[in-house]
């Protein structure tokens, strides 16, 4: 009977990874990183190639797959392991159904910082909600959660659709959270719609100049920034 292809994955992954690890790279990621997480120190082209040869033969995931492997990536101590998962959720976007946005969810919430939210908001929350429309109703719900990382992920999920960007909901999230005081929160507003501005900059203009005193300096800054 051939293995589960999680656990084979898994088992090469770990000892592709044990092996390359740089413990002095490790102390400077750290560093970089504002020592959130522990990390082998495998640098971003090395970590691509070695994904590469923990894939090679393996059959195309399941649903089932992707959230074993995703979340037995996210147990594991060293960042490099989450990257892996962001990666892999991002090649395979297409397979999983709606139902796969709460195991997203938990990785959105769980070991949180920037660097797994952002793709996690941009291609995989974005790529589920483009395939499965009616998880904007979802989106509307985290876009007023009180976890902020969920928030931003609300805020970023529509950052690559250009022309298909459903405006009310981009807008709308931004001027909702316009007041909110972390920087993450306005970061992501301006980030989104600075983004957005290369669809439609007159629509940016518009909604900047018409919440100027509700936006945060930071928000505006970076929303206009090309206009």
Known sequence: MPRPLA?????RLTRLLGAARDPERAVQAEAYMRDQFPFLGIPAPAQRALARTVLAGLPKPTEEDLRAVALACWS????????????????????????????????????????????????VVGGLVRRHPQLGAEMD??????????????????????????????????????????FFIRKAIGWSLRHYARTDPEAVARVVSDNRDRLSPLSIREALKHL
């Open 141 to 182: 719900a985290w876009s007023a959660e009180e976890d902020m990382w969920l928030v931003r992920t609300a805020i970023l999920h529509q950052l690559h659709y250009g022309t298909e960007t459903d405006t009310d909901r981009l807008f709308g999230y931004c001027t909702r959270q316009a007041g909110h005081k972390d």
């Open 7 to 11: 656990d084979e994955l898994m088992e």
């Open 76 to 123: 594991r101590g060293e960042r490099e392991y989450q990257y892996f998962a962001c990666d892999w959720l991002r090649t395979h976007v297409a397979v999983p159904g709606p139902g796969f946005l709460d195991t997203v969810a938990t990785l959105v919430t769980t070991k949180s910082w920037w660097d797994t939210v952002d793709p996690l908001a941009t291609r």
